[in-house]
């Protein structure tokens, strides 16, 4: 169990359009997703902790308006990357956590986006 | 805050034993977990500590201090495959998340 799925796996646009990235725990109900971006041979770099059903908390330095993500349900959430530029293409991983104590993330395999 | 540090890189030899340490400074701890990391892929998960002592599985152990902020994980019988980057990362309860280390990027020799 828990198993977590990312869509799409891969992503080429063109600079100035918006991608949305899809995140679901296929088989719990996640109370938190979290999103990463991680760069070549760089470590994880959190951007933001979104609950079901309330506004996502964004680190310091993440622009809230550039990386929209909306946790509709217990099951998905989505980050849209709005005007992608070229400094914008990195691996985007989510995670999800069941709660219940233990607190464990449970990763989506992620998501490549070059734009170019 | 909270500071995990952990060394940047490893090198082992097939069939051996490493050990990769992690120290950290934090509050409301609330777990320790280990992940795996290939390159080009996203983490999956190794183990977790919350109590003090060491937990075995298979060939990966992992061990808690809460007292010296210190966890270990320790990988024996190396297989290349081994040959990745591995997290540390510490929940803390009162942020309700987990803060990962820089990850150490261990490299086995034939």
């Known amino acids: 169990g828990a198993v977590v799925s990312q869509h799409p796996s891969r992503v080429i646009c063109k600079s100035g359009t918006s991608v949305k990235i899809e995140c679901r725990s296929l088989?719990?109900?996640?109370?938190?997703m979290f999103w990463y971006r991680q760069f070549p041979k760089q470590s994880l770099m959190l951007m933001a902790t979104?609950?079901?059903?309330?506004?996502?908390?964004?680190e310091q330095g993440v622009e809230k308006d550039k990386f929209l993500i909306n946790h509709a349900s217990l099951t998905l959430s989505t980050l849209t990357v709005t005007s992608a530029h070229p400094e914008d293409s990195s691996f985007y991983i989510c995670s999800a956590a069941r709660g219940g104590g233990r607190n464990e993330q449970f990763f989506g395999p992620g998501t490549r986006l070059t734009v170019l | 805050g909270q500071n995990i540090d952990q060394p940047t890189e490893m090198t082992a030899t097939e069939g051996a034993i490493v050990q990769i340490n992690c120290t950290y400074q934090t509050s409301g701890f609330n777990g320790l977990f280990w992940y795996q990391q290939h390159a080009g892929e996203a983490p999956t998960f190794l183990s977790y500590?919350?109590?003090?002592g060491l937990e075995e599985k298979g060939r990966f152990s992992s061990f808690l201090s809460r007292s010296k902020g210190y966890s270990y994980l320790l990988l024996k019988e190396l297989q290349m495959k081994d040959s990745a980057s591995y997290l540390c990362?510490?929940?803390?309860?009162?942020?309700?998340?987990?803060?990962f280390g820089d990850g150490t990027t261990l490299t086995v020799k034939p």
């Open positions: 088989d719990f109900q996640a109370t938190t």
């Open positions: 990362a510490v929940y803390n309860t009162n942020a309700g998340k987990s803060t």
């Open positions: 979104s609950n079901e059903g309330s506004k996502a908390t964004y």
């Open positions: 500590n919350v109590l003090d």
